[in-house]
């Protein structure tokens, strides 16, 4: 069982930075890939970035080069870093916790075996 918290949320204006934290429990976190997800009001939930548990990343195009995903598996906390940040990122922010390989985060639709309630990021033009 593994237990995900997100924290960093909050209101930014268009083009500023944030920086979300999930912190996870268990002793076998490195062994997990990790990943970010959103899911914006009236749409579904979308994939951002997964890291593996060597640290290779994989991004979506609408996210690639602003944000970066990185974990510190000392920490058992996995990062999101936003930067450029837009109005259409604005969304409620999900960390997720999965023994699928994370390059097969596109590929497997129930990608994600542990979920965080998530944390709200608004963008305001």
């Known amino acids: 069982q593994v237990q995900l918290v997100e924290s960093g949320g909050g209101l930014v204006q268009t083009g500023g930075s944030l920086r979300l934290s999930c912190a996870a429990s268990?002793?076998?976190?490195?062994?997990?890939?990790m990943g970010w997800f959103r899911q914006a009001p009236g749409k579904e939930r979308e994939f951002v970035a997964t890291?593996?548990?060597?640290?290779?990343?994989y991004y979506a195009d609408y996210v690639q080069g602003r944000f970066t995903i990185s974990r510190d598996n000392a920490k058992n906390t996995v990062y999101l870093q936003m930067n450029s940040l837009k109005p259409e990122d604005t969304a409620v922010y999900y960390c997720?916790?999965?023994?699928?390989?994370?390059?097969?985060?596109?590929?497997?639709?129930?990608?994600?075996?542990?979920w965080g309630q998530g944390t709200q990021v608004t963008v305001s033009s």
């Open positions: 997720a916790a999965s023994q699928t390989p994370a390059y097969l985060v596109t590929k497997i639709r129930s990608w994600g075996d542990y």
């Open positions: 268990g002793r076998t976190f490195s062994s997990y890939a």
């Open positions: 890291i593996s548990g060597g640290k290779i990343t």
